[in-house]
């Protein structure tokens, strides 16, 4: 699918009980797809934000945005794929800006001129995520940041900047 405009879904946010849902499938709803098999979602230029409380499953989104894919808080994103393919500097694939406590779970970030993940002051958990072909994995200028089972290969600059004074847990990771 390819977005002609931006997409914000942030004005109807889910709720702890109700979560907002959006689940890509190949051919039947709830059908288990991996890989290049997953729905892909053609942004360009356009922002793609998520609302507060979404679980998103099995997509693989492309953009050259500068803010990437937002994430809000609350969120749970898993089996996603989200490529910032833009030759400009500090590009993201996953915004984590107002993502506080969301989680990325078997999910992928590449950005090849920025930051696969970036987060400013709120906490979000990368859990058995690959960050890699990007500038920076990970960015967290104060978020705290919980990465576990991750792998973060071939980010120039670095895997993981944090300037986070809190606790960060960096559990069975491998770095190459």
């Known amino acids: 699918y390819t977005l002609s405009a ?37 942004c360009g230029s356009n922002a793609f934000a998520m609302s507060p409380e979404t679980n998103c499953e099995n997509l693989r989104f492309t953009t050259t945005s500068s803010g990437g894919i937002v994430i809000a808080a609350n969120s749970k994103i ?8 833009s030759s400009t500097a500090d590009r993201v694939a996953w915004s984590c800006a107002i993502a506080t406590n969301s989680t990325f779970i078997d999910c992928e970030g590449v950005s090849q001129n920025g930051r696969a993940w970036s987060g400013t002051t709120n906490a979000f958990r990368l859990i058995g995520c690959y960050a890699h ?44």
């Open 6 to 42: 931006a997409v914000n879904v942030s004005a109807s946010p889910g709720t702890p009980a109700l979560p907002g849902v959006v689940v890509g499938y190949t051919s039947i709803p709830g059908d288990a797809c991996n890989g290049a098999n997953r729905p892909l979602i053609v």
């Open 78 to 85: 898993k089996n996603c794929s989200a490529i910032n393919s």
């Open 133 to 176: 072909d990007s500038d920076i994995g990970v960015l967290a200028t104060t978020a705290t940041l919980i990465l576990s089972n991750c792998k973060f290969e071939a980010n120039r600059t670095c895997a993981v900047d944090s300037a986070s004074t809190s606790s960060n847990q960096y559990l069975n990771c491998t770095f190459y």
